[in-house]
């Protein structure tokens, strides 16, 4: 696994630094990596960058100071505690763009990385399948066909029109 981990891939996760349950031990060279391949789609300078992730993390520290203080009775404890955002989505919801947009934007891309990645990496998983399954029985085209059909499942495909052209050709497939 370590093998397919790119570059790109390693300094886009420090993203991660920004979310507020894990936020308390990281500082801005933590993030810094990511600044460095996303910055061209940020809309602050590199001193607003780190200006709003000090806030972002003092904001986040001093959340996390009252949940943890032990000067409030525990019935109003628990009605009052706001908890920490453990993943990107809930950070970016918690996110007010007014006040942090580039943390927004930071966090929105974090949030879609993981989606893109393993999009494809299924894609290439289920090719393997296939090619493995069918490469000494079925043509290329079929193996073709067969890959496109299995990844684009949300394709709604006419079965009456299938077995209509199917029936209009002499060749006959044995499965």
């Known amino acids: ?20 349950q894990y936020i308390a031990d990281k500082n801005y060279d933590d993030l810094a990596p990511a600044i460095e391949i996303y910055g061209k789609f940020l809309p602050g300078s590199i ?39 453990d993943t990107a989505i809930d950070a970016y919801v918690q996110c007010t763009k007014a006040f942090y947009p580039n943390i927004k934007i930071l966090l929105k891309i974090f949030a879609t990385l993981s989606v893109l990645t393993a999009t494809t990496e299924r894609t290439f998983s289920v090719l393997n399948l296939l090619k493995t399954y069918s490469r000494s029985t079925t ?13 684009h499942r949300d394709i709604n495909i006419n079965v009456d029109s299938v077995i209509d052209e199917f029936a209009k050709s002499n060749h006959r497939l044995i499965f």
Request: net charge positive.
């Open 47 to 85: 001193s607003e960058i780190r200006s709003e992730f000090l806030l972002w993390k003092k904001r986040w520290v001093q959340v996390d100071k009252e949940n943890n203080s032990d000067s409030l009775s525990p019935s109003v404890k628990r009605k009052e505690q706001m908890a920490l955002p």
């Open 1 to 20: 696994m370590r093998g397919h981990v790119s570059e790109h891939v390693k300094k886009a996760v420090s993203i991660s630094s920004l979310i507020p």
């Open 139 to 151: 043509s290329e085209t079929r193996l073709n066909s067969l890959a496109m059909m299995h990844i």
